[in-house]
């Protein structure tokens, strides 16, 4: 597997969303195929980043292929990964993936065997993403620490040529931009809870 490369994610993020599609998320031993993801712009209504920079948003506005990890609803985390250029805060947020390997952990971590990674929040506890990882440099091994992998990995599979497009959800501004795609198996998952 080849890491995504800091070009990769210097697009805007409705281009860099449905290409993130079949790449593989690897945090530590557990990884898995993304299925869904949701493109969030500075221009956007239902973006952090459209008021602008604030404490907790301003991973959004530096280089491209950071991830940007928040906290929601008192008790979810929710992964992105930063794209486009500096002080153009925009992000792609990962809402599901097809667990890979690492499964006995996520079940672990998740307290069941089922959905462990078909929502936002029970993707990052299930590969135990949170605040520490906020601002992680995942296209520059070297600045990982000692013995974590944590990135978007290629593996050879390409992106759905006909991903399904939808409305994002669980946003209340915005709500009509189809900038929510899902490869197959997230199609599965759509009348599921979000978190």
């Keep these: 597997m080849q890491r995504l490369p800091r ?22 031993q557990s990884a898995g195929r993304i299925t869904e993801v949701e493109a969030y712009t500075q221009d956007d209504p239902a973006s952090h980043s459209f008021k602008g920079v604030t404490r907790r948003n301003a991973v959004m506005f530096g280089r491209a292929g950071h991830l940007y990890v928040y906290f929601t609803y008192g008790m979810h985390h929710c992964a992105n990964v930063v794209t486009g250029v500096v002080d153009d805060g925009q992000a792609v947020l990962i809402r599901a993936v097809d667990p890979m390997s690492g499964v006995a952990a996520m079940v672990q971590r998740r307290g069941r065997s089922n959905h462990l990674s078909d929502g936002p929040g029970k993707l990052t506890q299930a590969f135990a993403i949170d605040l520490t990882l906020n601002g992680l440099d995942i296209c520059d091994e070297a600045a990982l620490p000692d013995d974590t992998t ?34 197959a198996a997230g199609i599965t998952c759509r009348g599921r809870a979000d978190t």
């Design 150 to 183: 944590v990135g978007i990995f290629d593996d050879g599979l390409p992106p759905p040529d006909q991903p399904q497009v939808t409305p994002r959800i669980g946003i209340r501004a915005g709500v009509d931009t189809p900038w929510r795609w899902m490869a």
């Design 7 to 28: 070009e990769f994610f210097g697009r805007n993020a409705p281009i860099v969303a449905p290409l993130l599609l079949n790449k593989v998320l690897v945090v530590g």
